[in-house]
């Protein structure tokens, strides 16, 4: 069955730090591959996505994730973290044999000290 | 260019009561997908719909739970006698067509967070 892992269930870093987010699934094929981020009480904001080509994506507020098939693995990674970035981050799977049901991970919760 | 659209944000039921939430996805999408959210969790997929048709329900509940997408107007999911496990957020997504050859992913609305007394 497909399956998404987010192995960690809370990250804090400080300020100004570099932050990867690590995603893991499990599927037969190329997948599609999404991050989202939700603020407390709000929808999910889609930061970037994954659909073919480079496995290097970039996405908006500074994001970056890698697809590396080897490892079923789509790591979400920002530079130099800022207090805003504090949320959420939803690692997701949509497959390519149809419509695209989402399979999300738990998340990933982030606290950014200052 | 509004974004997809739930109503309400905040919904209050006593046990036994039905529950109805509607989202009006954004501009020129026809495609509707409904998700819960319990506590600490992350998101699970419930129904996809087209204009008035159900595409996959297998997300959904056996008993009390339905969803529609009429020609007119919003989704509706719509959650008969609840109970105190219903306690969720409800999150609704759109997207213009099927996604196996386009890069358009599912836009989120807020949700609808339902508390059952």
């Known amino acids: 069955a497909q399956s998404v892992t987010q192995p960690d269930i809370h990250i804090t870093v400080s300020e100004g730090a570099s932050l990867e987010l690590r995603c893991n699934y499990s599927y037969g094929a190329t997948p599609y591959l999404f991050w989202y981020v939700q603020s407390p009480g709000q929808g999910l904001q889609l930061l970037l996505k994954?659909?073919?080509?480079?496995?290097l994506v970039q996405g908006i507020k500074g994001f970056e994730a890698e697809f590396k098939r080897s490892q079923s693995s789509f790591n979400l990674r920002k530079p130099s973290v800022h207090w805003s970035d504090a949320a959420e981050y939803f690692c997701?799977?949509?497959?390519?044999?149809?419509?695209?049901?989402?399979?999300f991970g738990a998340g990933t919760r982030l606290a950014v000290h200052p | 260019n509004a974004g997809v659209m739930q109503n309400p944000r905040h919904l209050v039921r006593r046990r036994g009561q039905e529950a109805r939430l509607r989202c009006s996805p954004m501009?020129?999408?026809?495609?509707v997908y409904w998700y819960r959210q319990l506590p600490e969790e992350g998101l699970k997929f419930m129904v996809y719909l087209q204009k008035e048709n159900i595409i996959d329900e297998s997300g959904m509940p056996k008993e009390r739970f339905s969803a529609e997408f009429p020609k007119e107007g919003p989704s509706i999911l719509r959650i008969q006698q609840v109970v105190r496990g219903d306690s969720a957020a409800y999150f609704c997504?759109?997207?213009?067509?099927?996604?196996?050859?386009?890069?358009?992913?599912?836009?989120f609305g807020d949700g609808t967070r339902l508390s059952i007394l």
């Open positions: 997701a799977v949509g497959f390519s044999g149809g419509y695209n049901k989402l399979i």
């Open positions: 501009k020129g999408h026809s495609h």
């Open positions: 994954y659909f073919s080509g480079d496995t």
């Open positions: 997504a759109s997207s213009p067509l099927v996604q196996t050859n386009s890069n358009q992913p599912q836009h």
